[in-house]
């Protein structure tokens, strides 16, 4: 069965954005910026973004190109006879799933809260009883479950329509639309009276500031960010490298996904930081400045229920472009291991990802019990810990070594050909011995970072 392939370019630098333009980005970035001092912090992140996420990112680009596999048999096409490489297909599969698992009940709440703005049931609230609304949803089992099915049913009734007429065509769509909102919504934001402050915080550099709050701090802060934000280590990439042509180099189109996604962050930072500052909240990091926090910036403003359901029909488009991505990548598994049509491929991982996510849905009420970090803990932090700590850094080495070992791996001089075939920015071979040595050095190091801070730091 021949390969499907992306329609356009532009079609496959959307969709590529779209997998890594996630919640994290919108929640995590902006808080982080203002924290560390600003464009000072921008400027550190910016520098990583290049010398750590664009390599990482073009590797797993030409590893799908090369193969026209998906990971679940890209390393069995490419590697050497004798060599195990493709073993990582399995742990890079069960990542997917393991994403899909706690992201659909967070694509959920987005769901509900746009439904919440349009029904206008903030209005009129007390910022208590704002804040107290995300309780009531996470509390309730059946709303949970509910609206975690209705992202799942409608990723792969997307997926199912097909490469070109339903992944490429509805996310380009919602990538467009993603666009239009957060540049209205950033106008708005810092046309407010007081927005002007939260500006300042947010883009004058303030070295004070990123000292302040400690600079080994700050350094690896933008290191986390610039590697996590790209969605690099288990073939979320991989995926769309096998259905696009060879008349671009890898480099090039890395380039452009990670500029749209960091311009993304950039702009949801216009939006959240002056918005709070006008309104005198504290622009706090995590899911409560979205559920807890925004909710009452938009009570307080003029047509605030029309900007409110704006904001969350731009958070549900960042998300729902996630999950179709992702979706895509588990779908490629069974067709390409299996041989199954698209169609029973959805109709198979649909109901698989459907009882796979209800551990997460269920986790805030009928198994809030059950605390595996410890005490405050639920069944997302541990999906989300075991992705974000564990497979997606050393996910990446396993991407970096295969590019860069030239007998036991896929090899040098064979990524490098993948990589540059085509027109545009070429991957220089000069980044040989930083490659093999120094770029899974630093991958190690934010990888045992993650684990200090997790269980050592309090």
């Not at 071979?429 to 730091?457: R, T």
Request: hydrophobic fraction near 55%; aromatic fraction near 14%.
């Amino acid at each position: 069965m021949e390969r499907e392939k992306f329609g356009s370019r532009i079609g496959f630098i959307l969709i590529s954005a779209g997998c890594a333009i996630g919640l994290g980005n919108v929640w995590r970035f902006p808080y982080i910026v203002g924290q560390y001092g600003g464009a000072a912090f921008i400027l550190i992140y910016l520098f990583f973004l290049v010398i750590f996420g664009l390599p990482i990112m073009t590797m797993e680009f030409s590893v799908g190109r090369a193969s026209r596999r998906s990971i679940a048999d890209s390393f069995r096409v490419l590697e050497p006879k004798g060599t195990k490489w493709h073993a990582f297909g399995w742990i890079g599969m069960a990542g997917n799933y393991l994403l899909m698992m706690f992201y659909t009940t967070v694509t959920g709440w987005m769901f509900a809260y746009f439904f919440k703005m349009i029904r206008g049931d903030f209005s009129g609230l007390e910022p208590e009883a704002v804040s107290a609304q995300f309780g009531e949803l996470t509390a309730n089992p059946w709303v949970m479950v509910g609206f975690m099915l209705l992202a799942t049913l409608l990723g792969f009734g997307i997926c199912s329509l097909g490469l070109k007429k339903g992944v490429e065509r509805v996310t380009k769509i919602m990538m467009l639309a993603l666009l239009a909102i957060i540049m209205l919504l950033a106008v708005r934001a810092v046309t407010l009276p007081g927005a002007a402050e939260g500006l300042k915080y947010y883009l004058v550099p303030d070295f004070g500031r990123m000292v302040e709050n400690g600079l080994g701090d700050a350094l690896f802060a933008a290191l986390g960010q610039a590697f996590f934000t790209l969605s690099i280590g288990m073939g979320s990439m991989a995926i769309f490298g096998s259905y696009i042509d060879k008349d671009r180099r890898l480099f090039g189109e890395s380039v452009s996904i990670a500029a749209l996604d960091t311009f993304v962050a950039f702009i949801a930072g216009l939006i959240i930081i002056p918005s709070c500052f006008a309104y005198h909240l504290d622009p706090g990091g995590g899911p409560g400045l979205i559920f807890q926090t925004l909710p009452n910036i938009f009570n307080s403003m003029p047509l605030g229920r029309l900007w409110g359901a704006l904001f969350f029909l731009f958070m549900i488009f960042a998300a729902m472009s996630t999950v179709v991505a992702v979706f895509e990548n588990i779908l490629s598994f069974g067709m390409d291991l299996k041989g199954w049509s698209r169609k029973k491929a959805c109709l198979i991982n649909l109901a698989a990802v459907a009882v796979l996510s209800l551990p997460c849905a269920l986790g805030f009420n009928v198994l809030s019990g059950f605390a595996p970090l410890g005490a405050g803990s639920v069944v997302l932090d541990l999906e989300d810990f075991i992705i974000s700590n564990n497979i997606l850094p050393l996910g990446s080495v396993v991407y970096v070594l295969f590019c860069c070992l030239r007998k036991k791996g896929w090899g040098w001089e064979n990524f490098l050909e993948e990589a540059n075939t085509g027109r545009g920015l070429k991957f220089s071979g000069k980044l040989h011995f930083y490659c093999q040595y120094i770029l899974p050095a630093i991958i190690l190091a934010v990888w045992l970072q993650g684990y200090i801070s997790k269980f050592f730091i309090k």
